[in-house]
Structures are given as C-alpha cells and as structure tokens.
C-alpha cells in the first residue's frame, strides 16, 4: 500500500521480476480500459512481462465496487495460490484493502431501474436533491456521504428504496472477514514536500505523453458523462473541466495537482490509523524483503 506517486508500484514489479509473485492490482482506475496515462498504468512490455490482474477489465461506463472488487480479489488469490505463486496486492486504493480485509456488509444487488430513477431526478434537480431525500430516511448516512458524492449517494437511497431498509441498518450486520492471512506493507514518504514535488512532475510528464488527447477520446462518447465514477478519477475529472469549457488549461494544471495531493493526504491519513502495518520510508526492494521474509512468505 501507499499514497500515490510514491513509487510502490514500481516495487511491485521489481519483487515480481525477482520471486514468484503476481500482482493483483488495487486501484479504481487502473480497472477502466481507455485509462492509460492518467492512471500510470503499467506499460505493456511491463504488463507482458509480470502477470497482472484487475487492471483493464472494465469500460469506464461500466461501474466497479469496492463488493466486486473483493470477490474478484479473493478468487484471484485463491487461483494464484494454487500455482504455487504469491499474490501481491498493490494500489492506493484504501477502500478496497478494508473491503478485503474486514468484508463487507451483503448489500441487496443492484436494481437497474431504480438506479436509472434516481439518476433522473438527480439530473432534474440535483445531487443536493438526493442527499435531501437521503436524509430523511438515513440521516446517518446523509452525514457522512457528501451531496457532491453522486455514486454514494445513489447507492445508499438505492438500497433503501429496494429493500425498505437503509443502508445504515444493512451495514451493521457483521461481514466476513479475509479467509486469508495478510502481511501488510505500505510504501510511507517521510517527507511530504518530495511527494508532492513528485506528483507535480508526473503530471506535467503525464500531459507531454497526451493525457488531454486521451481523455478527449473518452470526452467525446455519448455513454459517459462527468458524473460516472470512472470520469471523477483525480486527473481526469479536471481534463474534463477543462475540455468542457469550465476553467483554463493552466487551472486545469493547478486543480489536478492539488487534487493529487489532496489524495495523497488521504491516503496517509487512512495508513496512520491502519492496524498491524510495517511500514517503510522509500520503496525499496529489500527492505520489503526483509519485512516479508519475517512474515514466512517466502523461504
């Protein structure tokens, strides 16, 4: 694990190139097809090279959660198990290592036409309109979902509106916890100004590789909108704004930055508090060996 742009991918192919690992990448978008640059995603010699899974399996119309997420993970582990290889879970994305590791409440299963209702009235009225409707019938959740968070708060007016239930009252049952046992390990920066000086970098390289051009392809298809969780990806979201007229390339430059850094912040914010984690200062491959190598994961 690791905040973004701190490198832990990279180390993830480095101890793959080494040991019998295989990466199952933990990232909500590096799981869209079409979403190359703005993700960093592994080149494809890299991706020929060391196997990777969950990057590129879905359309960016295509919605993926954190349930998927782990059912997917969880069968994957078990398939690389059986060929004698190690697993290596890598990604900045902290929801889907807790859905992993604690499970998750056995929500009702999507309803396509009671999502598509509420879509209409957000598009009507606003997501301010749902978060509305949201709390009077689940404060709880309205407190803590942001009404400029559409995904979440379809879901949770969703569930309720399918089952009679909130969303609350179905998330206090106890999930599964991972079948499996874990040895958690997060790539930990010291120093925030390097990051983001890093993360400034990458973005601007991002740019000179065709980053605007990229989301222009994605831009200019009728199926997808600003709204759709794959177009609010940090990055893409201000690309996005930028092509739709909404503010200038330069602050199109300076939000994405800031919204990275801002991830970053989240990231460790989520990492300090997170139980049982050895943590290194910079990614290097032999200090993660040690760490695994005391966890009995490889001889």
Known sequence: MGPTASGKTALAVELAQAHAFEIISVDSALIYKGMDIGTAKPDAATLEEIPHHLIDIRDPVSPYSAADFRVDALRLIGDIAARDKIPLLTGGTMLYFKALKQGLAKLPAADAEVRAKITGIANEHGWAEIHRQLALVDPVAAARIHMNDPQRLQRALEVYEISGRCITEWQQVAPEPCPFNLLEIAVLPPDRSVLHTIIADRFNN??????????????????????????????????????????????????????????????????????????????????????????????
Do not use: C, F
């Open 206 to 299: 991002m740019l000179e590789r065709g980053l605007v051009a990229e989301v222009e392809n994605l831009y200019q298809r009728a199926d997808l909108n600003a709204d759709i969780p794959a177009m609010r990806a940090v990055g893409y979201r201000q690309v996005w704004a930028y092509l739709d007229g909404q503010i200038s390339y330069d602050s199109m430059i300076e939000k994405a930055i800031i919204a990275t850094r801002q991830l970053a912040k989240r990231q460790y914010t989520w990492l300090r508090s997170w139980a049982g984690l050895k943590k290194i200062a910079v990614p290097s491959s032999s200090e993660a060996l040690k760490i695994i190598r005391s966890g009995s994961i490889l001889d």
